[in-house]
């Protein structure tokens, strides 16, 4: 019977079109195909794309639609040196026996997946990416990596004077206006025809707790701020409400949201007290960048690298 079977694979294979074939394995050599060299590990075309489609996942959960698609196109010109990067980042880690925290990689993956209406949808946009639950996981872990080796390397090295903190602020005052505050109560519901239902019952005023006995909902607080870098369909429903009114559903993703706005708390200075925290953390990131640019020039020096297709 194995014999009968394998004929036929044979057959099939045999009288198949060239056509069919050529363009199969120049796919198959597309992805593969060597792009650059770092030390003694390859980067191959299949490692770009695979590299853009977990960043779509990861830009998705603040832009969609045409935001999206043009933060993934300003990325594709500088995507390989970021690649070749992030793989010296990794050689390193894994040099000096950086881990990552198997908890924390399943906690992240945990996060992400909250995104999603059910498994099931979390699992079909990881398939239209191309990719699977444990590319996932390894792009997540090798971030975690990178981070801890950065961390060690050069964050933790960095020392932000009082007298630094204090002169920031003294010439950048007008960078620490608190935007207008915005503070929702926020309802998540799986089914659209019930999110106008609890809408509607929400504008008649029926008590939240009356309305949780009847159906299934989330429910949270949410603060909105003037400027803040919301999805665009959130963005222009709170910013239209008035005190105490309600939003009809709006769809995000899989799920429908309604807003109540509770309050709004105007724009106000914040004292060099309530911004230390802020500006200590830029000063940390402005160094950490130089730093960070000092530190993998040298790293590229001690290295090899060669690149065979722009």
């Known amino acids: ?26 796919w198959l050599y597309a992805e593969d195909k060597v792009i650059a060299v770092v030390n003694n590990e390859v980067i191959t075309q299949k490692d770009l794309v695979d590299f853009l489609n977990f960043m779509r996942m990861q830009y998705s959960r603040k832009l969609s639609g045409k935001a999206l698609e043009e933060k993934i196109n300003s990325m594709k010109q500088d995507l390989l040196q970021r690649l070749i990067e992030d793989r010296l980042i990794l050689q390193q880690a894994k040099l000096e026996k950086i881990t990552a925290e198997p908890s924390r990689v399943k906690a992240k993956i945990n996060e992400i997946k909250k995104r999603y209406g059910s498994e099931i949808d979390f699992e079909k946009d990881l398939g239209k990416q191309g990719l699977v639950r444990a590319d996932l996981e390894n792009k997540i872990s090798e971030q975690m990596l990178m981070y801890n080796l950065i961390d060690q390397k050069i964050r933790k090295k960095i020392v932000i004077r009082p007298d630094e903190v204090t002169s920031f602020y003294a010439q950048n005052k007008d960078q620490f206006l608190k935007p207008e505050e915005r503070i929702l109560t ?3 519901l799986q089914d659209e025809s019930v999110a106008k239902t609890i809408s509607y019952q929400m504008r008649l005023g029926t008590k939240m707790d009356d ?21 665009s369909e959130v963005g222009n429903t709170v910013f239209k409400l008035g005190i105490g009114e309600v939003s009809d559903p709006v769809k995000v993703d899989k799920q429908f949201f309604i807003f109540k706005l509770d309050n ?19 000063l940390i990131e402005k160094r950490m960048q130089t730093d960070l640019v000092k530190w993998l020039d040298e790293l590229k020096k001690q290295s090899y690298i060669k690149i065979l297709e722009n």
């Not at 014999?3 to 394995?25: D, E, R």
């Not at 309305?211 to 999805?231: C, H, I, N, P, V």
């Open 186 to 188: 926020l309802v998540i």
């Open 1 to 26: 019977m194995r014999s009968i079977i394998k004929f036929i694979i044979i057959s099939a294979l045999v009288f198949l079109p060239t056509y069919y074939l050529l363009s199969a394995n120049y």
């Open 211 to 231: 309305l949780a006995a009847k159906y299934e909902f989330t429910l949270d607080k949410f603060s909105a701020f003037a400027g803040q870098d919301l999805r």
């Open 264 to 282: 709004i708390i105007g724009s106000q200075r914040l004292s060099l007290v309530d911004a230390q925290d802020k500006i200590q953390a830029y």
